[in-house]
Protein backbone atom coordinates (compact mmCIF):
# COMPACT_ATOMS: atom_id res chain seq x y z
CA UNK A 1 0.00 0.00 0.00
CA UNK A 2 1.58 3.28 -1.03
CA UNK A 3 0.55 6.39 0.51
CA UNK A 4 -0.12 9.36 -1.60
CA UNK A 5 1.68 12.27 -0.52
CA UNK A 6 1.10 15.84 -1.87
CA UNK A 7 1.92 18.98 -1.02
CA UNK A 8 -0.48 21.13 0.72
CA UNK A 9 -1.90 23.95 -1.33
CA UNK A 10 -0.37 27.34 -0.71
CA UNK A 11 -2.69 29.85 0.90
CA UNK A 12 -1.83 32.11 -1.95
CA UNK A 13 -3.37 29.93 -4.32
CA UNK A 14 -6.14 29.61 -2.70
CA UNK A 15 -6.98 33.45 -2.47
CA UNK A 16 -6.48 34.23 -6.03
CA UNK A 17 -8.89 31.20 -6.76
CA UNK A 18 -11.08 33.09 -4.48
CA UNK A 19 -10.35 36.33 -5.61
CA UNK A 20 -11.33 35.26 -9.79
CA UNK A 21 -14.21 33.77 -8.67
CA UNK A 22 -15.20 37.48 -7.04
CA UNK A 23 -13.99 38.80 -9.66
CA UNK A 24 -16.24 37.07 -12.14
CA UNK A 25 -19.37 37.32 -10.17
CA UNK A 26 -18.81 41.16 -10.13
CA UNK A 27 -19.53 41.41 -13.91
CA UNK A 28 -22.80 40.32 -13.65
CA UNK A 29 -23.98 43.25 -11.03
CA UNK A 30 -25.92 45.39 -12.44
CA UNK A 31 -27.70 46.99 -9.55
CA UNK A 32 -26.56 48.52 -6.06
CA UNK A 33 -28.54 46.73 -4.39
CA UNK A 34 -26.98 43.31 -5.81
CA UNK A 35 -23.52 44.83 -5.15
CA UNK A 36 -24.42 45.46 -1.98
CA UNK A 37 -26.00 41.77 -1.24
CA UNK A 38 -22.64 39.90 -2.44
CA UNK A 39 -21.03 42.77 0.22
CA UNK A 40 -22.81 41.55 2.90
CA UNK A 41 -22.32 37.84 1.86
CA UNK A 42 -18.83 38.19 1.37
CA UNK A 43 -18.96 39.82 5.74
CA UNK A 44 -20.86 36.85 6.11
CA UNK A 45 -18.59 34.16 5.00
CA UNK A 46 -21.91 32.95 3.73
CA UNK A 47 -21.61 32.66 -0.20
CA UNK A 48 -23.99 29.91 -0.43
CA UNK A 49 -26.91 32.02 0.21
CA UNK A 50 -26.07 35.26 -1.55
CA UNK A 51 -29.09 35.30 -3.73
CA UNK A 52 -30.73 35.94 0.18
CA UNK A 53 -28.72 39.05 0.85
CA UNK A 54 -29.17 40.31 -2.68
CA UNK A 55 -33.18 39.79 -1.67
CA UNK A 56 -32.70 41.63 1.52
CA UNK A 57 -30.82 44.38 0.52
CA UNK A 58 -32.88 44.89 -2.67
CA UNK A 59 -36.22 44.94 -0.30
CA UNK A 60 -35.35 45.90 3.71
CA UNK A 61 -34.33 48.63 5.19
CA UNK A 62 -30.70 50.04 4.27
CA UNK A 63 -30.31 50.74 8.04
CA UNK A 64 -31.71 47.69 9.55
CA UNK A 65 -29.25 45.97 7.69
CA UNK A 66 -26.23 47.88 8.35
CA UNK A 67 -27.31 47.41 12.34
CA UNK A 68 -27.31 44.23 12.34
CA UNK A 69 -23.60 43.93 10.36
CA UNK A 70 -22.43 46.23 12.86
CA UNK A 71 -23.56 43.90 15.73
CA UNK A 72 -21.98 41.38 14.24
CA UNK A 73 -18.70 42.90 13.51
CA UNK A 74 -18.14 44.51 17.26
CA UNK A 75 -18.32 41.09 18.76
CA UNK A 76 -14.41 40.10 19.30
CA UNK A 77 -13.24 37.66 16.25
CA UNK A 78 -13.86 33.71 17.05
CA UNK A 79 -16.24 34.75 19.51
CA UNK A 80 -19.29 34.29 16.73
CA UNK A 81 -19.44 30.21 15.78
CA UNK A 82 -21.97 31.45 12.59
CA UNK A 83 -21.96 34.73 11.40
CA UNK A 84 -25.40 34.37 9.03
CA UNK A 85 -27.47 32.95 12.03
CA UNK A 86 -26.27 35.55 14.38
CA UNK A 87 -27.05 38.66 11.80
CA UNK A 88 -30.74 37.13 11.05
CA UNK A 89 -31.42 37.09 14.50
CA UNK A 90 -30.33 40.31 15.05
CA UNK A 91 -32.12 41.45 11.75
CA UNK A 92 -35.63 39.81 13.22
CA UNK A 93 -34.93 41.85 16.76
CA UNK A 94 -34.55 45.29 14.85
CA UNK A 95 -37.84 44.47 12.96
CA UNK A 96 -39.49 43.94 15.74
CA UNK A 97 -38.10 46.69 17.29
CA UNK A 98 -39.45 48.71 14.38
CA UNK A 99 -42.77 47.75 14.33
CA UNK A 100 -43.53 48.25 18.27
CA UNK A 101 -42.11 52.01 17.98
CA UNK A 102 -44.52 52.43 15.14
CA UNK A 103 -47.24 51.20 16.45
Known amino acids: MSKRQSAPTPISETLSLFKE ?3 KRKKYVKNEYQAYGLEL ?3 LDDWDHKSLYIRLAKTEDRQLLETALYYIKDHS ?3 VKNKAALFMWKLKQLRLEKTKSTL
Open 77 to 79: PGT
Open 21 to 23: NFD
Open 41 to 43: ADE
